[in-house]
Structures are given as C-alpha cells and as structure tokens.
C-alpha cells in the first residue's frame, strides 16, 4: 500500500528564509508527484507537477525535485514571504490494482512565514 | 474560468438525513474524483470515475454513493448520513493517466463543508 509522509508537520521561519519541505513515498511505482497548497477553508491549488520521468520543476519562487528511485521529493521555497503561509501537501498518482487509478496524499506541512 | 464547482459550501444534517453534493466541471477531463478531509486523517479518496457511466470505490467508500450523470458533472450521495460523516468533501477533476495530456494536474473545488449532528 503506498504511504505518503511529509515531514515537519508544521514549519514556522521568519520573512526572506529559504525553505525545504519534505515528502516520501514507499513504493516507486508513480506516474506523477505534485504539490498542493491550502489555504484555511480553501481548497487545493496546484503548484507543481513533475513527471515521473523527471528530476525537477520551477515556477517562480518554487522549486520541487523528485528522485523516484529513494521515494523523495522536496519542494524549495526561496525568500519566503507572509503571503507563503499555508498547508502544503504532496500526493502522487498511481494505478491500483484493479485498473483505477488515484492520488495518495500526506497529511501536509503547515507553514508559518513570520513577519 | 469556473474550473471545478462544488454546490453546496456548507450543509448541516441530522443523523438518518440524506443529501446530495454537486460538482461540476468545466474543463472537458475525463476522470473525476471525490475526497473527504479530516483532520489528522488527510485526504482520502471516497470514490473515482474514469469517464461518463463509470465509477470505482476508493479508500472510504461506506455510506456513500456517486453518480456520473455525464462528463461534467459527478455527484456524492449520504443515503442516511451519521456523525462519522462530519468532514470536508472535495471535487477534483483532471485528464486521466494515458490521455495526451496523461500528467495533467488534478484541480480541486473548494470544498463543501458538512456537519451531522
């Protein structure tokens, strides 16, 4: 069964810091990762999406990696601001084994960009 | 650009109510999807529909039961709602994995808030 972990769960750091969130997943077999972002109340924006045939993928101020064979994705975000300050959360897209296919997603990483 | 609606945004029922959620979207994809959110629990998939007259079980599919009335829109139905339904509920569409655009990004609706009391 895939399992997506996102560790901290919570992240506080101060306005202009560069910043790493992490996620894993346990088996390798994805078509995709992509990240979200939540604000409170709010539903799920897209921020990246990287193949799984990729190494990374840029938008702006944002930055996520992806090495398939370890399980591992970061997302990087540089000269964080207040207005970063949300819940983001990883999920990868699979098949299961009754042809179907879903997004498996961590609990999510709540950042606070402090001032 | 609507993209994905949800109808509606927040709903009380009491235990034994039933009820419908709406969602529909605007951007021709095939697959549809719908999730529930808890807190602690994260996102769980509750149903999936690869295209018009399909549908799959996901994770948490007890209680519940869905209807693709055609390519843009996927219903959630609470037969007799309990207090264990008490969650976020979440739309989500995208082009399905081996269609031209198979790496699509699923977009969300913004979620219809429910309460059983």
């Known amino acids: 069964k895939q399992e997506v972990t996102q560790i901290p769960a919570a992240l506080s750091v101060p306005e202009g810091e560069n910043l790493v969130l992490n996620c894993s997943f346990t088996?390798?077999?994805?078509?995709?990762l992509q990240w979200f972002r939540q604000d409170p109340g709010k539903g799920l924006t897209s921020l990246l999406l990287?193949?799984?045939?990729?190494r990374e993928q840029t938008s702006g101020r944002l930055n996520a990696s992806l090495d398939k064979s370890s399980g591992r994705s970061t997302l990087y975000i540089a000269a964080s601001q207040p207005g970063d300050s949300a819940t983001y959360l990883c999920?990868?897209?699979?098949?299961?084994?009754?042809?179907?296919?879903?997004?498996?997603f961590g609990k999510g990483t709540k950042l606070t960009v402090n001032p | 650009n609507a993209g994905v609606t949800q109808t509606p945004k927040f709903q009380v029922l009491k235990t034994g109510q039933s009820m419908t959620l709406q969602c529909a979207q605007d951007?021709?994809?095939?697959?549809m999807y719908w999730y529930r959110q808890d807190p602690g629990m994260g996102l769980r998939l509750i149903y999936y529909s690869a295209s018009e007259g399909t549908t799959d079980k996901g994770e948490v599919p007890n209680g519940y039961n869905v209807s693709r009335l055609n390519k843009r829109e996927f219903s959630l139905r609470l037969e007799s709602a309990a207090p264990s339904q008490t969650s976020v509920y979440f739309c989500a569409s995208s082009h399905p994995i081996g269609a031209t655009q198979y790496n699509s990004p699923l977009h969300f609706g913004n979620g219809t808030r429910l309460t059983v009391t």
């Open positions: 951007m021709n994809h095939n697959s």
């Open positions: 990287i193949q799984s045939s990729q």
């Open positions: 088996d390798s077999a994805i078509y995709n």
């Open positions: 999920a990868v897209r699979l098949i299961t084994q009754g042809g179907s296919e879903k997004l498996v």
